[in-house]
Nanobody, 123 residues
Framework: QVQLVESGGGLVQAGGSLRLSCAAS????????MGWFRQAPGKEREFVAG????????AYADSVKGRFTISRDNAKNTVYLQMNSLKHDDTSVYYC????????????????WGQGTQVTVSS
C-alpha cells in the first residue's frame, strides 16, 4: 500500500521559513517524479513544485519561484520543500504527490497523494 506522509507544517510569521518533508513507502520511490501542491480554503488545489525521479529537473509555480526549493533524497524515500520568505498568501494545506513526470505547471500521471500538512503564515 502506497503511503505519502507529509510533515513540517505549522504556524510561522511572514518572512519566515519552513521545511516540509514527505516520506514515501510502498512504492519504488526512485522511479517516481514527486510534487508539492497546495489548497487554500475555497480555492482549487494548485501546483507548487515538482522534481523528476533523479532530481535532475525541477519546476515551480510562478508564485513561489525564487522562494521555494524542492529537493529529494532517494536513499531516504523523502521529498522536501524548503519555503523561505513566506507570505500570508502561502497559507494552505500542502500535499505531496507521486507521479510519472514533471510537466510545465503540474505533475503528470499522479498515482498517489499524501494527507496534507497545514501551513499558516501570519501577517
Amino acid at each position: 500500500q502506497v503511503q505519502l506522509v507529509e510533515s513540517g507544517g505549522g504556524l510561522v510569521q511572514a518572512g519566515g521559513s519552513l521545511r516540509l518533508s514527505c516520506a514515501a513507502s510502498g512504492l519504488t520511490f526512485s522511479v517516481y517524479a514527486m510534487g508539492w501542491f497546495r489548497q487554500a480554503p475555497g480555492k482549487e488545489r494548485e501546483f507548487v513544485a515538482g522534481i523528476t525521479w533523479n532530481g535532475g529537473n525541477t519546476a515551480y509555480a510562478d508564485s513561489v519561484k525564487g522562494r521555494f526549493t524542492i529537493s529529494r533524497d532517494n536513499a531516504k524515500n523523502t521529498v522536501y520543500l524548503q519555503m523561505n520568505s513566506l507570505k500570508h498568501d502561502d497559507t494552505s494545506v500542502y500535499y505531496c504527490a507521486a507521479g510519472l513526470g514533471v510537466v510545465p505547471g503540474s505533475l503528470r500521471g499522479i498515482r498517489s497523494w499524501g494527507q496534507g500538512t497545514q501551513v499558516t503564515v501570519s501577517s
